[in-house]
Each structure stands twice: as C-alpha cells, then as structure tokens.
C-alpha cells in the first residue's frame, strides 16, 4: 500500500478523508482548500482547515460537522451584549484555533507550522496541510460585483447569481512544502478530489501556481468524488451555482469541471445511468454509494475509491505499456 | 448635589464605585487603572476596567466579581487541547470585551471610546474612563528583575520578593480626555480614591503626568478608602507587598501612600484605634464599616464616604476662609 494525497474541505471532504485517514492513518496528507479563509473580529478563520482538524481528531459535530461537537455561544452572546457585530460567528470551541492562529501567524509561524502542530496535539497522524502558505482568496463574482466567498456565504446568504470565481493570489502563490513533498512521495497510490463544491473548494487549490501541472507531471492516478447526486448537492450551494453559471445540473458537469485533470470518476449509485456519459469524456468511471452518514460508510466509500484507483491505475499502465 | 470622580480599579474599587453609582448615577465619573493592562493571545486585556463594567453593569459573578456571572471554559479547554498556553485565562464570557476592544483599537479607536461603547450597551450611565489612552505599564521590582504587574502576578504568583514599582510611560501619558472633563466641572463635590491596592492600582492613575498636580489644583475633596484592615488585605497582595516594601502593615501606611494629596482618610471600623495616629499625618479621619459583602453595604458605605467628603470639604472651606 502506497501513500494516498486527498484535496478537500467542507464537511462532505473531511468526511472522505476521515475514512481514507481510517483506513491509511500517517500515509495520507489532505490538502485543504484556504480560498475561503476570513478575517473576524480581527482573528484569521480557516474554515476549511478547522473543520477538517475536528473531523480527523474525532470531535466534530453529528449535526453541525463545521464544528466541534458540544459547541456553546457564550463569546458570541456576550459580544453582542457589549455591542459587537450581530453576525454569527463559530460558537466558543470553534474560536480556540483561531485565536492560536492569529498569534501563531503574527509571531511569523507560517500556517503549515500551525496547522502541523494542531494535529500532533490532537493525535492526528495524517498530514493535514493547507494548499499554500501564501494568501489565496475566492471572489464570487456577481451580478452586483465581486465578493469575497465569506461575505458572500455570511452576509448576503448567497443571494446573488453567480456569474464566476476569481482566486486572488493563486497565480503567485507557492504551494506548501508538505504538500509538494506528499505528491513527490515514490509510493504515491492516487490523488483524491473529495466531494466537495468544486468553485470555492477544489478549484482553489487546483489553481494554486503549478498545482495541474505537478498532478499530470506526477502521473498517479487522480479520481474525484462527485459532491452532487441527481440533480441536488447534499450540502451548500453547489446546486444553484451550476444552475447560474449556465452548467447543466448534475455530477457529469462535475466531471466536466475537472477535465483533463482527473483519470477517474466516482458517481453516486443514484446516477448510474450517467456512467456511460461520463465515460464519454475520456475517463474511467464508477457508481457508488457515496452518501456517508456513519463511520462505516466513510470507510466503505474509501475503500471503493482506492479500489477504483487501482482499477484506474492498471489501465493507465497498461495504455503507457 | 455635584459630580463625583472615583479613581480606581480590582474588585474592592469596582465595589465602591458602584455604590457610588448607585446613589448618584450619571454625576459619577470613574477613573480606572490600566496599568495592569496585557497582551495574551493577542488581545488586549484590561482587567480592571472590565471588573468596573462587569459591576457597574450588575452582570458580575458574585464569587468571582472580576468577572461576568456564569462564567464557562469552553475556549480556554479547547485551547489547551490545541496545545496553546496553558496559562489560565479568563472564561469565554470574559473574551467578548477583549476581542471588541482589540479590533476597535486596531481600527484606530481610542480605549475610552471603546470603553464608552461598551458602557452604553450595557445601560451603565456613569461614565468610566481608563486613567489614560496612552499605554502605562506597572513593572513590579523585584530581587530577580523588573516584570510587568501581569506576569508577577500570573506567572509568578506573586512569590518574589517586591523591592519596589515602576509605572512605565506614566511620564508621557495623557491623562483621558474624560477624566480631565470631570475633574474641572464646576460642581465636582470630590475625589475618591476607592480601596484597592495602593501600588499597582491607585498609584499608577496618580502617577499619569499631570495627575496629582491637577488633584491639587482642583481644591476638591480628596478622600481615600482604606484596602487594608488590621493587618490584612481583604484580597490581593497588598498586605505581602506592605510587609517586603518595609512599611508598617496597617491603614496608616495606606495613608501615608498618599500624604500630601488627600484631605480625608477613611479607616475601617476595627482600625478605630488608629483615628488619631493617621490624624496627626494632618488629615481628617474617620472609621466606618468598609467590608462591602452585600449591594446595601456598598451603597451604605459610599454614602457615608460621601457625607465624610462633605465635613472634609467643610474644613477646607473655612481654613481657606
């Protein structure tokens, strides 16, 4: 068995990789999207990170995977009390690492450094690396203007159509060592995009300088996870983006985000009528049941996805032969 | 009746001022230490001025009166399992203040505008102002070098030796623009220096540039309330600090801190025997019950202030006549 390198965020990537870190434990990395990373109340909030810390660590919530489960409000209430903004922030738990961050960073730590020790206290043996040290931020590009993508998830509750994204900083930012380390890895298995919204999760970190050219360079197999099952996505609003954008709804428009990148694709067993579609674009595909609501499910589909790398994989070996 | 200007801070002041506030409302002004100020995590806590708050606003814990009641730990836990200090900070109700006073200070706001919003979200209608806007810092001097007031106090426990105090920036600070409107209002009726300990609460107030001088100056009343009872500090380290200094423990000491500044002293009840000895340092004296267990016993004793300032003020009056 190899060494695997998943990219995510959001709670349905945590979830994945939580069950490919289950089944691989210290041969995983997860590189995890920053592009929606925000400044609060003078603190630096990495959504995508924290998450994906609480999710690995074993503490997140059942009901709200964003957060650690167990969360109370107690900042939260007294900073309204005392006239602070009513905008909801993450609840008390919720604010420990940011708060560690922000003096980790102004003490000239990068966020690899912080997010690595993290891990080491909450007995994660995973590497979880952000896809750059370097500041990226997603823009939202609307009808009304561009947004940064916490403005416009926070305060204008995605609203507005979205006409495209922009990532700010990707084209000169320098992906993380830990993560150019993990793709140089000679024991790499596979690459997994994990299902996630592909405008401000996987894109981001697609875009980061050098990031597609590395993957194809590399040459291990490179699978994705569709985020979307039918014609919904199971959370956020990857649904309605691709409605706006003009992209037909459903996982083959995933795919299709991915081109030219990606050797193989998992659909939900909902879509198998698709899988023929799909394959059409030139790639390896695969139906399963990718609904994960227990434990055994993220393990189960972590095991199909590195099955169906190692299908992808033969093939791509025999092709090269 | 005319305005009143308290200097103060810590519980015991915090106690007094609110009696003070309670009988007199918007006429009070209340001038709090920030010399104790510190950095943690990267925000700015001030804790005598949220001890003021928290009590004037009538939200603090009655165990713990530097705090709001019903205080929780849920940062502080998840903190320490991040691996960050493990140094004890204040509860998560605790962080709100800081937070809002960090960023409001970060945008360029002052110290007694942000303490002047908070006051108004709360309903407080006294107006309390930090001493300066300016920093001070109270280094205590000890045996094994000088360390800011916070860290002998924190990281210490207060264990070395006190050889002495030094009150950095002091020199240089402006006394808040508040505080100067209340100490020249045409019917300012006194000053009051509420019982707390004398070196690194009430001395760092008087010891902003220009302080004393304008104490003076103004001709009102200045009336100091003993922290110390018998040979004891109801709370903190005053009593330790009184012994290592060489002082004499007793209320007298306290009263020879200030010689040359205050016209009155007020001892408590049990020090009745000391009424003449503290009298021949050429003030008025007088013993009350100063143990302030209840929100009567505070309004109790700050009338009794208040009137003990009007028999002081009548002396002067006719000395100067």
């Known amino acids: 068995m190899g060494s695997i390198v998943a990219l995510g965020g959001q709670v349905g990537g945590a979830k994945l990789a939580d ?43 059942a009901s709200a995977g964003w957060e650690p489960e ?41 966020l690899s450094e912080i997010t690595a020790d993290f891990c080491r206290r909450l007995g994660i043996t995973a590497r979880i690396v952000p896809m750059s040290d370097d500041q990226v931020r997603t823009y939202v590009i609307t009808e009304e203007g561009s947004i940064t993508f916490q403005d416009y998830f926070m305060q204008l509750a995605c609203e507005p159509a979205v006409r495209g994204f922009q990532y700010a900083g990707a084209d000169t930012a320098r992906i993380a ?3 150019i380390e993990a793709l140089h890895a000679d024991d790499l298995e596979a690459v997994i995009l994990c299902p996630a919204n592909p405008f401000h999760v996987i894109r981001p970190i697609l875009e980061v300088e050098g990031m597609k050219e590395l993957l194809l360079k590399r040459g291990a197999p490179v699978i994705a996870v569709t985020p979307i ?13 691709m409605r706006e ?70 093939r791509m070996d025999a092709e090269a032969a």
Do not use: C, W
């Open 177 to 179: 060592d830990g993560l």
């Open 229 to 241: 099952i039918g014609q919904r996505a199971l959370k956020g609003s990857a649904a309605k983006m």
């Open 70 to 110: 167990g969360e109370t409000q107690a900042v939260h209430n007294m900073i309204k009390a005392l006239g602070g903004p009513d905008r909801p922030i993450h609840g008390d738990r919720s604010l420990a690492a940011p708060l560690l961050r922000t003096e980790g960073l102004a003490n000239g730590r990068t």
């Open 245 to 314: 954008l003009g992209r037909e709804l459903s996982a083959r428009s995933v795919a299709g985000e991915y081109i030219r990148l990606i050797d193989g694709f998992v659909l939900d067993s909902e879509d198998v009528t698709l899988v023929d579609s799909v394959r059409s674009l030139g790639i390896d595909v695969v139906a399963l049941p990718t609904i994960m609501r227990s434990i055994d499910d993220r393990v189960a589909l972590a095991q199909e996805v590195l099955d169906f790398a190692g299908v992808v994989r033969a």
């Open 19 to 61: 069950g490919l870190y289950r089944l691989r434990g210290h041969a995983l990395t997860v590189a995890v999207n920053t592009g929606d990373d925000y400044e609060h109340l003078g603190l630096s909030f990495s959504p995508d990170l924290d998450t994906m810390l609480y999710t690995l660590a074993g503490i997140a919530s």
